[in-house]
T-cell receptor
Framework: ETGVTQSPTHLIKTRGQQVTLRCSSQ?????VSWYQQALGQGPQFIFQ???????GRGNFPPRFSGLQFPNYSSELNVNALELDDSALYLC?????????????FGPGTRLTVL | QQQVKQSPQSLIVQKGGIPIINCAYE??????FPWYQQFPGKGPALLIA?????SEKKEGRFTISFNKSAKQFSLHIMDSQPGDSATYFC???????????FGPGTRLSVLP
C-alpha cells in the first residue's frame, strides 16, 4: 500500500503568479482533501474532492481551485498569488465507505510567495 | 463556533513525565475528535481518536479523556520519551474523516 505523495516539495513564486500543486492519494482511497498550514498554526481546510467533484469547501476565495482525476489524484491551483499564501499545503486522502475513514496526510508542499 | 481551542502553546517535560494537552470546542455537532502528531518537514499523522459516546480511550502510551458536557478533551502521554518531541494537534469533524477543524497546535519537547 503506497502512501500519499505530493509534488513539488518546495516552490518559490512571486506575487501575482499562478501555481499548481499535485497529490497522489493512497491506494484504495477515493477522497482527497487539501489544507493550508501557515507557519506555527494548525492546518486549515481548503476543499475536498470525491469522485472528481468538489465535496465541501472551507473559507478560501475562488482563486483557490482544484481538480480530481479518474485515478483519484488531485491538483490544487492558486491564481493571483498573494504574500499570505506562503504556507505548507497538505493533501490528505481517505476512503469514504465504511466506518474507518481516517485521513492520511502527505508530507506537504512548502510554497513561498515573494 | 467552528473553532477548536488548544493549550498550552508549548510544553517542556522531562523523560518519563506525563504531558497533558487540552482542547475545547463550541460546535456540539462535532462527533469525531482525533489527535495528530507532526514532526518537522512531515505531514500530520493520526495518533488516536475518540467519539463523544466514550469518556476515555487508550492506545499504548496515549490516552484521550473526553468531557462532553464541558465540550473539552485532552491528550495524555504516559512515560514520555525524547522521540515524542513533536507538535500535537487536536481536531474535530462533524462526519468522521471529513473536513477537520484543527487546533493551533502544541509544541512538545521531552528532555532526556
Amino acid at each position: 500500500e503506497t502512501g500519499v505523495t505530493q509534488s513539488p516539495t518546495h516552490l518559490i513564486k512571486t506575487r501575482g503568479q499562478q501555481v499548481t500543486l499535485r497529490c497522489s492519494s493512497q491506494s484504495g482511497h477515493n477522497t482527497v482533501s487539501w489544507y493550508q498550514q501557515a507557519l506555527g498554526q494548525g492546518p486549515q481546510f481548503i476543499f475536498q474532492y470525491y469522485r472528481e467533484e468538489e465535496n465541501g469547501r472551507g473559507n478560501f476565495p475562488p482563486r483557490f481551485s482544484g481538480l480530481q482525476f479518474p485515478n483519484y489524484s488531485s491538483e490544487l491551483n492558486v491564481n493571483a498569488l498573494e504574500l499570505d499564501d506562503s504556507a505548507l499545503y497538505l493533501c490528505a486522502s481517505s476512503r469514504t465507505s465504511g466506518v474507518h475513514n481516517e485521513q492520511f496526510f502527505g508530507p506537504g508542499t512548502r510554497l513561498t510567495v515573494l | 463556533q467552528q473553532q477548536v481551542k488548544q493549550s498550552p502553546q508549548s510544553l517542556i517535560v522531562q523523560k518519563g513525565g506525563i504531558p497533558i494537552i487540552n482542547c475545547a470546542y463550541e460546535n456540539t455537532a462535532f462527533d469525531y475528535f482525533p489527535w495528530y502528531q507532526q514532526f518537522p518537514g512531515k505531514g500530520p499523522a493520526l495518533l488516536i481518536a475518540i467519539r463523544p459516546d466514550v469518556s476515555e480511550k487508550k492506545e499504548g502510551r496515549f490516552t484521550i479523556s473526553f468531557n462532553k458536557s464541558a465540550k473539552q478533551f485532552s491528550l495524555h502521554i504516559m512515560d514520555s520519551q525524547p522521540g515524542d518531541s513533536a507538535t500535537y494537534f487536536c481536531a474535530a469533524s462533524i462526519v468522521q474523516g471529513q473536513n477537520f477543524v484543527f487546533g493551533p497546535g502544541t509544541r512538545l519537547s521531552v528532555l532526556p
